[in-house]
């Protein structure tokens, strides 16, 4: 007779989302959806296209969150029935499929306890992201290109929006930089843990045969900050130069010099943008991520605090914290969490959250010690 038993595990598992639905406050929630779902129904919604779009996209992140916890609840309740129904019918497939939902629901709520950690000053913010290639020549370059397109199919898993601002193309292989924006709620509070230098070894495929190669790359973080636009900063504190947009190779995408590097003179910050269609919205983008910067910048000597948010990453051996080993033992492991993954083909093609989730946890555990 089948005797099947997960009531301890079931109740564990309640116990773990009585509270994450405590924080989350379902209530405010709905309340959250109400609100919204009047301000998207007004007839003059689209006359300020981008007010419409945080409003929708607010909105949708609010019902899919209301969905997800309403859903765990159900999903909980029908896994006590499929059991009853096993046991009852001594049917050894219904175990098995209780067993695997059991599985399924302990992985779901897991990622939910996660992102209640997420309670940073500006986890809530999109995200401004900056990859920049270090020591190791085209292999670094390369390196860079590999981390730019797993961050892009991460966000792509969770149908976040990503905007590629600018890319600099190194001229043999990969980028020499890029940044992009991932326009979601609490993309901050969760990739930001990706800062620091990335740590590529493997059997270059550009030198010598057999020959094992280390390359860096950096990973910038920054919040996009809305209230940023009040920075003002004086005409002659910018140097603005324009430029060609290039592609793969170092080869010319436009015939006009539609690029901007924007420097701030007093404090040495570079920003270029280039995937914009013209110079004036290039400059725009530029000007609106390096008003972030100075207002970060601003916060924390007000603040003195004594590191950056976005940290200060160089792609090099010193400030490591995280290495991908493509030959031999093939791993990727994080060197702050110990967290690791013995495919690193699904880390590349996006499979992150398992070493996101473990990042967010040091990182709480980090700010409670200190």
């Known amino acids: 007779m089948l005797e099947l038993d997960l009531s301890a595990e079931i109740q564990a598992l309640r116990h773990t989302f009585g509270d994450i639905s405590e924080v989350v406050d379902v209530s405010r929630l709905r309340d959250d959806i109400a609100r919204l ?6 007839p003059d919604l689209w006359d300020d296209t981008e007010n419409a779009q945080k409003v929708t996209s607010a909105l949708s992140h609010r019902q899919s969150e209301l969905a997800r916890i309403t859903g765990i609840a159900q999903r909980l309740d029908d896994l006590e029935v499929l059991i009853g129904l096993a046991n009852e019918m ?50 670094a370059t390369d390196f860079a290109e590999m981390l730019m397109r797993m961050y892009l199919r991460w966000a792509e ?27 979601a709620p609490y993309a901050f509070g969760t990739i930001s843990v990706e800062a620091g230098t990335h740590r590529l070894a493997r059997i270059s495929p550009f030198g010598s045969a057999d020959k094992r190669q280390t390359s860096f790359a950096a990973v910038e973080v920054i919040p996009l900050m809305e209230e940023a636009t009040e920075v003002d900063i004086p005409e002659n504190d910018i140097r603005v130069d324009v ?41 725009a983008a530029a ?17 003195a605090k004594k590191k950056e948010l976005a940290g200060n990453i160089t792609a090099s051996w010193g400030d490591q914290m995280r290495s991908y080993f493509l030959y031999g033992q093939q791993l990727v492991k994080d060197l702050r969490t110990g967290y690791e993954v013995g495919n690193p083909a699904v880390v590349f093609d996006g499979d992150l959250d398992g ?14 010690d200190d």
């Open 287 to 303: 000007m609106r991520v390096l008003q972030t910067r100075l207002l970060l910048l601003q916060k924390e000597q007000e603040a």
């Open 243 to 283: 430029f060609r947009s290039s592609g793969p190779g170092g080869q010319s995408v436009n015939t006009t010099d539609s690029a901007v590097r924007l420097t701030h003179l007093p404090t040495g910050i570079v920003v270029s943008m280039q995937n914009e269609k013209s110079q004036i919205q290039n400059r």
């Open 355 to 368: 070493l996101i989730a473990a990042g967010i946890r040091w990182r709480k555990r980090k700010d409670d």
């Open 90 to 139: 001594g049917d050894e497939d219904s175990a098995q499929e209780a067993r695997a939902e059991l599985a399924a629901l302990t992985d779901l709520i897991n990622q939910l306890e996660v992102q209640t950690l997420l309670d940073g000053e500006y986890d809530e913010r999109a995200a401004i992201i900056t990859i920049r290639s270090g020591a190791g020549g085209d292999d």
């Open 157 to 183: 898993r969770h149908k976040y929006p990503v905007k590629v601002m600018d890319t600099s193309y190194a001229e043999g292989a990969g980028i020499k930089s890029a940044t992009f924006e991932i326009d």
């Open 37 to 42: 779902s009047e301000e998207a129904g007004a």
